[in-house]
């Protein structure tokens, strides 16, 4: 839990630095999955911190899925969400409203259920269809990206969203599935085109639709799916008694991550209000 815990810290972390990236990265011409975009923003000294940091959080993700239900680390991820919340408010000077620092502490008091509820993680090991599955979905991922090129700007934030959320999703179930280094287990391409899939459709999401619309969608696609899997595929299970509480605080985690969707991308600093109105650029 203390991996799942920190794991979330490190991703939002992140999400601060790569957002500021996206945004400053000059745009392409498409609507969908923009390859190219994602090497204008590997310019940038923040999108490469913040890879940095996702990889430190990959790992620990993997530590933890190891070890827990996937509902638990998937709730965990979710809640990287209240960490760049609380990160914008404090080097940032965003301002949280009440009903934003209510769902910080939402967000704690799901976790908190569920790690009261959590059992072990189940020992199934997923039968051979499940693997394929897998990689079918994640080029699923990318073909959902293209076709997202073709939507209005709103709705195309949330299917872009949505497609990076499945993406992560793929990631978490691949990391239980592998047993041992085997390239010819489709669970280990089903990881890296997943992966790499959901980062270039949140990268494009990030940088050209609504941000808290994009991240709604990806929360939802990164939780719900796996922990499914999880519980129907894979035994995940809660302890003795407890699935109720484990249920609570499942949904009450991702409600207060979802109240907390515009800090996918941590806002801008609002401009200083002593500035000198003659320094101030014209309309």
Same mark, same amino acid.
């Given at each position: 839990m203390i991996c799942a815990l920190a794991s979330s810290v490190c991703f939002g972390a992140a999400s601060v630095l790569q957002a500021m990236a996206a945004r400053a990265t000059e745009p392409g011409t498409g609507g969908g999955v923009d390859v190219a975009l994602m090497w204008r923003a590997l310019r940038q000294w923040r999108y490469l911190a913040g890879l940095g940091m996702d990889g430190l959080g990959f790992a620990l993700q993997i530590v933890a899925l190891r070890t827990l239900p996937i509902y638990v680390v998937g709730a965990a991820l979710a809640a990287s969400l209240a960490v760049t919340a609380v990160i914008a408010s404090r080097v940032l000077r965003v301002r949280l409203s009440r009903v934003e620092w209510t769902a910080v502490a939402v967000v704690c008091a799901g976790l908190a259920m569920l790690a009261l509820a959590a059992g072990k993680e189940g020992h199934r090991e997923g039968s051979e269809a499940l693997r394929w599955a897998l990689l079918g979905i994640s080029?699923?991922?990318? /073909?959902?990206?293209?076709?997202?090129?073709?939507?209005? +700007?709103?709705?195309?934030?949330?299917?872009?969203?949505?497609?990076?959320?499945?993406?992560?999703?793929?990631?978490?179930?691949?990391?239980? /599935?592998? +047993?041992?280094? +085997?390239?010819? +287990?489709?669970?280990?391409?089903?990881?890296?085109?997943?992966?790499?899939?959901?980062?270039?459709?949140?990268?494009?999401?990030l940088q050209r639709g609504s941000v808290t619309t994009a991240t709604a969608g990806a929360v939802l696609g990164e939780t719900i799916g796996p922990a499914i899997v999880g519980v129907a595929w894979l035994g995940d299970r809660t302890r003795e008694g407890l699935n109720w509480l484990a249920i609570t605080g499942f949904a009450v985690a991702v409600a207060g991550s979802l109240t907390l969707a515009r800090f996918g991308e941590a806002p801008a600093p609002e401009p200083d209000r002593d500035q000198d109105p003659a320094t101030e650029p014209s309309a």
């Open positions: 080029f699923g991922v990318l /073909l959902l990206g293209v076709a997202a090129g073709r939507l209005p +700007d709103k709705p195309r934030a949330l299917v872009l969203g949505l497609g990076a959320g499945i993406g992560f999703g793929v990631v978490e179930v691949a990391v239980r /599935l592998i +047993d041992g280094i +085997d390239f010819a +287990d489709p669970v280990w391409y089903a990881l890296l085109v997943g992966g790499g899939a959901a980062f270039l459709l949140l990268t494009s999401a």
